[in-house]
């Protein structure tokens, strides 16, 4: 018989293994994107990253998507300006593909994982501010964007 720690060893190997089999397409500064919205910036503290101030605030690139269609998962790195949540949206091709939110000024790593039937229209990722309320900051530093494998056939009908 397993014991919970055995059984929770087992389930933290497993989700390990699921994360090595997925294949690095791209690594990326944030801060080395193009800024959006009237208040984006450059910071330091807590890292070198940027700085999302109010809504519409943000930053984005061009993503380097290859294997679509697929699955797909992007790797956020983050943090707040104070100990109350920060999020940010995050847009492929002007469809939004998730939410981050960073909770403390300690960065952090927040995971998106979402799938692509066909090739986007275009290849830009923007992060943008849409829940600012004037309690805090969004700060990002980087992003790396992972293929994590093929779409999985839907299950058979009942």
Known sequence: ???????F???????????????LLQQFELENGTLIGD????????????????NDDGVETDA???????EFRLD?????????????????????????SFAGTEPTTVS???DLPEQPTDSTLSFILETDNGS??????????????????PPPPP
């Not at 018989?1 to 059984?7: A, D, I, V």
């Not at 060893?9 to 294949?23: I, K, P, Q």
């Not at 380097?64 to 697929?70: A, H, I, K, R, T």
């Open 76 to 100: 956020l790195r983050g943090a707040s300006s104070n100990d109350s949540s920060a999020g940010i949206s995050v847009y492929l091709s002007g469809k939004r593909i998730g939410t981050a």
């Open 39 to 54: 208040y984006s910036g450059t910071t330091t503290s807590p890292f070198d990253g940027i700085a999302c101030y109010g």
């Open 1 to 7: 018989m397993k014991t919970p720690y055995n059984l």
């Open 136 to 153: 805090n900051d969004t700060y990002l530093d980087w992003f790396e964007l992972h293929r994590v494998g093929d779409i999985p056939p």
């Open 9 to 23: 060893a087992g389930l933290m190997f497993m989700s390990v293994s699921l994360y090595t089999n997925a294949e």
């Open 64 to 70: 380097s998507l290859s294997g679509v269609p697929g």
């Open 112 to 114: 998106i994982q979402f």
